[in-house]
């Protein structure tokens, strides 16, 4: 019996998904960061809006990059176009998926400034470089993100009273709130022996998550969690947004 608890318990830390860097996919020291470095983060950002004008050229009203162990893949959806056009590259052992990602978007730039040239045509240039990727009759919201409303809470307010996120769409929610005061507050009162600058905090965050209560408040933003996100009204890229949000 113990043997096959072992054994399960093994394959349970197997099959347990990895938190990875969203620039660079490594897994050390990750815990529950989105990011191994801030650096590395700036490295792939800056990389990927370098090359911005090549989606640009080529009309793109969404795109969206990420990558696996082994490969990289940069999906484009031009206006005027129901299908995804998928740009895949085999990963260089040893490059990070920002280099890898630099060294594809050169080789399609170079393809595009070459094709302009002979032809003197940008737009047949643009044909030139939408032919060099697969097709795909997948569904739009592959690139094409929905709105996501995040609260307007501070993440130290819900933390103070133990309240989860989820919490905050709840048709209950004030008595949610005053529920969790009354718990933390026989734990954090002065006469409990709790400490006079965190009951401060707690009551503070009471009345601040009381108040939202009354008046909601959201913020809207486009985003994948595994997956960069470009928005072509906007010409930018956004970063993988936490799966919670």
Not at 91 to 100: E, H, S
Not at 150 to 162: A, F, G, H, N, Y
């Amino acid at each position: 019996m113990r043997k096959a608890a072992i054994t399960n318990e093994i394959v349970l830390k197997a099959n347990k998904k990895q938190n990875r860097c969203f620039s660079c996919g490594t897994a050390e020291n990750m815990k529950n960061r989105k990011y191994c470095s801030i650096r590395c983060r700036q490295n792939l950002r800056q990389k990927l809006n370098t090359r911005s004008g090549l989606l640009q050229v080529l009309n793109t009203r969404y795109a969206t990059f990420y990558f696996s162990d082994t490969s990289i893949i940069m999906d484009v959806l031009p206006r005027g176009h129901k299908e995804i056009f998928r740009y895949t590259q085999t990963r260089t052992l040893g490059l990070k998926p920002a280099d890898d990602f630099s060294q594809m978007t050169n080789m399609l730039g170079n393809a595009w400034w070459e094709e302009e040239k002979r032809t003197n045509k940008k737009y047949l240039a643009s044909r030139q470089v939408l032919a060099l990727a697969t097709r795909h009759n997948v569904s739009l919201l592959s690139v094409r993100p929905s709105v996501i409303k995040v609260p307007t809470v501070k993440t130290e307010s819900l933390q103070c009273l133990q309240i989860d996120k989820a919490d905050l769409r709840s048709a209950d929610l004030r008595r949610i709130i005053k529920n969790a005061y009354r718990s933390q507050a026989k734990v954090h009162h002065p006469d409990s022996g709790g400490h006079a600058v965190g009951f401060r905090k707690l009551h503070d965050a009471y009345k601040e998550l009381l108040h939202w209560a009354e008046n909601p408040s959201f913020i809207c933003r486009r985003g994948f969690s595994d997956k960069w996100f470009y928005d072509g009204d906007n010409k930018k890229w956004v970063q993988p947004m936490p799966a919670g949000k």
